[in-house]
């Protein structure tokens, strides 16, 4: 893989952030967006103030286990938190506050077209993923305008892009539990929150708008970082991933399977794994590969530079896992305690804000002789450098070395396999207790 060479448009200074003509698009469709939807939320916590609340803060409670898992997607680089809080904001304002009158006016139109029963039945699968891709869709593309250089790989535009399905996911979430509420006319009951926050949030989360949106951003990142690629090729990933988003939302949102096979709510929990499960499955495959492509193309630029006091033989193998890094910490844990636990996950760190740094643009590697050749990185590269320098030492301080090589830490499949196995009895579980609120 060619190492990218960009411009950066955003690093953190807003004085050239406001020169952008799309940092004002921004501000603007944030502003109109927020007080839209103001005004569409204002009804329900003028009747339902009680249950309007409960849903709002039920699912923002909701949305830190999701946020801590697609930021630690990128276990190289964590993205700028303004960034992932303008992606989620992008999502839970802008796209809800025209997704909404957009899919009525849609509706309207398939039912005048075909048929009201054909737009009762079909309309969701048909309006929703076509006005709600194509909006969290443009939300991606204001982040790469506003922010080219955080986009280093595929896992960075996934990470954006489950960050603004995820800001559309937990509003639309609340926005149908003031709507159970005032659907039933029986007064300010939670306990139709709590009945829709299982069946959208813990039934049908996991594979909603958050997985739908980092599929497309995959295609974005993909087109942004592979530069040494046609511009036809990168289009075409672009398309292929928008195209593979909509699918699995037309997929969601039909009506196949709605019987739940003939045998009830537990059917209807089988057909959400059915419907839903594979989609998940995607997402997190595909993360995983990129994830690995992208420690081993960081790997190759850090061992390049041929120098051991940036980067040992051990931690570059760790560099490419998880379980390694995992691993070495815990040994600088068994020699220190948390002084040296923090001191080696800080190496860690600057090593990956260096290897960032390299693919953004390296003259050439330093040679054998280590950095007497220091001159050929950038600037900015050889203050990276000076970071892991001084991280290795604070590490030697403590008497911590880096260890011997060692069998990564495999732990982490073994806890998927639990984790699909608890979320599979969790939700049978949540469908009887569904039934019974019902």
Not at 43 to 48: E, K, T, V
Not at 90 to 102: C, I
Not at 275 to 291: C, D, M, S
Request: charged share 15%; proline share 5%; hydrophobic share 55%.
């Amino acid at each position: 893989m060619t190492a990218p060479v960009r411009p950066r448009l955003l690093a953190g200074d807003l004085r050239r952030a406001v020169r952008l003509p799309v940092f004002w698009l921004l501000v603007g469709a944030l502003s109109i967006g927020a007080v839209r939807l103001a005004a569409m939320v204002a009804p329900a916590l003028a009747r339902y103030p009680v249950a309007t609340v409960t849903a709002i803060v039920l699912f923002a409670l909701y949305t830190v286990p999701f946020v801590v898992f697609i930021v630690n997607l990128d276990h190289l680089e964590r993205e700028p938190p303004v960034l992932l809080a303008t992606a989620f904001a992008w999502g839970a304002v802008v796209v809800t506050a025209t997704a909404v009158p957009g899919n009525l006016a849609a509706d309207s139109l398939v039912a005048k077209l075909v048929s009201p029963r054909f737009a009762a039945a079909w309309g969701p699968a048909l309006v929703g993923p076509i006005v709600e891709e194509i909006l969290k869709f443009l939300g991606l593309a204001v982040i790469v305008l506003l922010a080219t250089a955080q986009i280093n790989s595929v896992v960075d535009g996934m990470v954006y892009g489950a960050m603004i399905g995820l800001g559309y996911q937990v509003v639309e979430n609340v926005s149908y539990a003031a709507n159970a509420v005032q659907t039933a006319g029986a007064g300010d009951r939670v306990d139709l929150v709590f009945s829709t926050f299982i069946v959208r949030g813990v039934l049908a989360g996991p594979w909603s708008h958050t997985v739908f949106t980092a599929l497309a951003g995959a295609g974005v990142g993909y087109a942004v970082v592979r530069v040494d690629r046609s511009r036809a090729v990168r289009a075409g990933v672009v398309a292929l991933c928008l195209g593979g988003a909509w699918l699995c939302h037309f997929a969601w949102n039909s009506p196949l399977l709605a019987d739940g096979f003939g045998f009830g709510t537990p059917g209807q929990i089988v057909a959400l794994l059915v419907k839903g499960g594979p989609v998940l499955a995607l997402a997190l495959v595909l993360a995983h590969l990129a994830r690995r492509r992208e420690a081993g193309y960081y790997a190759s630029l850090l061992e390049a530079l041929g120098d051991s006091r940036v980067v040992t033989p051990t931690e570059l193998r760790a560099i490419c896992s998880l379980g390694g890094q995992a691993a070495l910490r815990r040994a600088a844990y068994a020699r220190a305690g948390a002084a040296g636990e923090r001191a080696a996950r800080h190496l860690y760190e600057c090593q990956a804000r260096l290897a960032v740094e390299l693919s953004r643009g390296v003259a050439g590697a330093s040679g054998p002789s280590g950095f007497a050749d220091g001159d050929r990185l950038t600037p900015a590269a050889t203050v990276r450098v000076r970071e892991v320098l001084s991280a290795r030492h604070a590490l030697a301080a403590l008497d911590v070395a880096t260890p011997g090589s060692r069998r990564p830490f495999a732990g982490s499949t073994v806890m998927w396999l639990i984790g699909g196995w608890v979320a599979v009895v969790g939700a049978l579980g949540l469908g009887l207790m569904l039934r019974a609120l019902t």
